[in-house]
């Protein structure tokens, strides 16, 4: 079992930056997958980026097309803490940001952390 928290939204202009983190009740290093999702008013929850075999030396990184070369997942094992950094933000990435882990075959949720991006 996992809790994630995520923290770090706000309301953002257009072409700015925001780093989200979330961090977990438990060691990242022994989470099987993480990552991050958002949802959009409106909208079906999409994934954004998310790394499987996560407790490997060979995780597999995958981003969503639409915010490949403007969002890095990076993760710190020492605070048990997975971050997106978000660079060069528009109108279209306003959403709920959730983060997300997946232990024993079950998917865990942190409660979103919201980010406007104003145009």
């Known amino acids: 079992q996992v809790q994630l928290v995520e923290s770090g939204g706000e309301l953002v202009q257009a072409g700015g930056s925001l780093q989200l983190s979330c961090s977990a009740s438990?060691?990242?290093?022994?989470?099987?997958?993480m990552g991050w999702y958002r949802q959009a008013p409106g909208k079906q929850r999409e994934m954004v980026a998310r790394i499987t075999d996560f407790d490997t030396n060979f995780g597999r990184l995958a981003y969503a097309d639409s915010v490949k070369g403007r969002f890095t997942f990076s993760r710190d094992n020492a605070k048990n803490t997975v971050y997106l950094q978000m660079n060069s933000l528009k109108a279209e990435d306003t959403a709920v940001y959730y983060c997300?882990?997946?232990?024993?075959?079950?998917?865990?949720w942190g409660h979103g952390t919201q980010v406007t991006v104003s145009s």
């Open positions: 438990r060691y990242i290093s022994s989470i099987e997958a």
């Open positions: 997300w882990a997946y232990v024993d075959f079950i998917d865990y």
